[in-house]
């Protein structure tokens, strides 16, 4: 057996992208189909996500109370949460492209049932099973993505593969939800317009996925029926579970990133009641949307810094102490900065104020996110490590919610709730004391 790679020489040794392999890839026509049905469906993806958040949260016409926007954000989490353990078994027995060509027609489809119950100006529960739908058809996609990807890269190609694809996925979705955004702000009314839109580029990627030969992707054999694998993975969950209770490390691990997911969670909810209602007039939905736009940027860019900066101090401090540093200073810094713009969301500075609050957060969650996988990764034995992972998934997954419905139950209308001041500095103050305990 070898010996695992030390964490801080993993981390340092992070597979890198290199441009003559990238054009080696898209030389190829499979890869090329296969990369096109993502990047086409994830553009589409993005400007859904814009518009139901235009059409929910930002339509003058609605109110965003927190106990709405938890709902909208309980939707968008569900399918991750629930589908994503028992995805991999249909994938596993269907044939690949099909799936992709049908579930993209089916992701049109739900688009344009979404587009349809938005004219009635319905935001009940027909809009969310319909977004449940669209999104649980998204998860299908991108694991069946993923799973076919080593049966058009091989070798050293699939690390470059691995890295370029999603990235581009990730790029798309961003441009899309960037459009989506631009065509409500340029029109004033462009739900409708985006949400069609997004099915034409739903097709597009079926159209795309129809070009690749049948049975190319795999999968190549079919072991066991498909009752006894959905059983297989609540008892490999199960499993799992007992194997990540019996090592403290990786579970103190997992429970501080689930203490940043709950803070991040109720900041996300307070953010938006922040700029719709406190920060702007609540006839500027459009100024609304666009500081939001602002803020989550700002979170964005914090996880870049952190992705940067956490190979070279984890080599210098270790994962345990850089992990801790981060959640001191980021939840100093982003409830100073919460408290600044809750104090007077009228000034100039709210808006930048709160993107401040965002930048942290969004760092210190990279940074501690990036050491706990890590940790987790060294501690769990390899035949493990998958089912480890999908609980590792649904717990921050919970976590995220767990802050949201906070956020439902105690933010005043405005989201100026002092208390939410104590609530961030609390929970990331007891993910830094778990990693004060010592690994056994």
Wanted: charged share 15%; proline share 5%.
């Amino acid at each position: 057996m070898s010996t695992p790679q030390p964490i801080n020489e993993r981390l340092t040794d992070q597979p890198r992208v290199t441009w003559p392999e990238v054009k080696q890839l898209l030389r190829r026509p499979s890869f090329l189909a296969l990369l096109g049905t993502r990047v086409f469906g994830q553009l589409g993806d993005g400007m859904v996500q814009a518009a139901l958040t235009t059409f929910v949260l930002f339509s003058p016409e609605s109110q965003a109370t927190p106990s709405k926007i938890a709902v909208a954000f309980a939707i968008l989490l569900l399918p991750y949460s629930i589908f994503g353990p028992f995805i991999g078994v249909l994938i596993d027995r269907w044939p690949r492209e099909r799936i992709l060509i049908f579930v993209s027609l089916l992701r049109a489809a739900s688009v344009v049932l979404i587009g349809t119950v938005v004219r009635t100006g319905d935001e009940g529960a027909l809009l969310g099973l319909a977004v449940l739908v669209s999104l649980g058809l998204g998860r299908f996609m991108g694991a069946t993505l993923s799973a076919s990807l080593p049966h058009v890269a091989t070798g050293r190609e699939l690390v470059t593969a691995n890295s370029f694809a999603p990235t581009a996925g990730t790029l798309a979705s961003a441009i899309g939800g960037l459009i989506g955004v631009a065509i409500q702000t340029a029109t004033g009314d462009g739900v409708i317009a985006a949400l069609t839109l997004s099915a034409a580029l739903q097709l597009c990627a079926a159209a795309i996925a129809k070009t690749m030969p049948r049975d190319l992707l795999g999968p190549d054999s079919v072991s066991e029926g498909m009752r006894e694998q959905m059983r297989a993975v609540v008892s490999q969950l199960t499993s799992g579970a007992l194997h990540l209770a019996a090592r403290p490390a990786a579970l103190r691990a997992l429970l501080v990133v689930v203490c940043h997911r709950t803070v991040f969670g109720l900041v996300t909810v307070m953010a938006i009641v922040l700029v719709r209602n406190g920060i702007n007039l609540p006839s500027a939905s459009n100024a609304a949307l666009g500081d939001f736009a602002f803020v989550v940027g700002a979170a964005a860019a914090g996880a870049f810094i952190g992705a940067s900066m956490t190979p070279i101090l984890v080599g210098r401090m270790g994962t345990r102490r850089w992990s801790a540093a981060t959640l001191l200073i980021g939840g100093i810094a982003s409830a100073a900065l919460m408290a600044i713009t809750i104090a007077a969301p009228e000034s100039p500075l709210a808006v930048y104020t709160l993107m401040g609050c965002g930048l942290f957060l969004g760092w210190t969650g990279q940074c501690v996110k990036v050491c706990s996988d890590s940790i987790t990764q060294d501690a769990v034995e390899d035949d493990h490590r998958g089912r480890v992972f999908s609980i590792y998934d649904m717990a921050v997954n919970v976590g995220l919610v767990s802050g949201i419905i906070a956020a439902a139950e105690f933010l005043a209308p405005d989201g100026r709730s002092l208390w939410a001041i104590g609530y961030i500095v609390v929970v990331l103050a007891a993910g830094t004391s778990l990693l004060r305990v010592p690994r056994k």
